[in-house]
Each structure stands twice: as C-alpha cells, then as structure tokens.
C-alpha cells in the first residue's frame, strides 16, 4: 500500500506493507523517534498506529533549547 510522507517541505510516497506502524516508518526513514513528531491531517499520532492506504503523513521535527 502507499502512504504519502512530508519533511522539511519535502514529500515523498512510500509503498509499505499493510500493518506498517508510524514507528516502524521512522525508523525505516532513519528518523530518531524522540526528535520528532507525525501528524496524520490535523491529528497527531502515536508510534503505535497502524498506516492505512492513502494515509498522508507529516513529520515535524522538535526543537528545543533554552
């Protein structure tokens, strides 16, 4: 199935197998999970949730400081 990703006004579409989590995604990109954040629409998502077809994806990275 194919997903739709979007990084640092980058975007990009993914074929990935059906039951592929937003974890597993990350990684597979070599994203380190604590530095950013997914959002699926408006939404953010956990780690945990599984990717559907068409699913549009957008990976905000954290930054912080002080």
């Known amino acids: 199935m ?4 979007r990084f640092e006004g ?16 990350l990684e597979r990109l070599g994203y380190d999970r604590e530095s ?4 699926k629409g408006k939404k ?3 780690e945990e949730e599984e990717l559907s077809e068409g ?5 905000i990275r ?3 400081g002080g």
């Open 36 to 39: 950013v954040l997914v959002r």
């Open 55 to 59: 699913d549009e994806l957008e990976i």
């Open 10 to 25: 980058r975007e990009r579409e993914m074929e990935v197998r059906e039951g592929t989590t937003v974890e597993e995604l």
């Open 62 to 64: 954290v930054v912080t």
């Open 2 to 5: 194919k997903v739709r990703v």
């Open 44 to 46: 953010l998502v956990v």
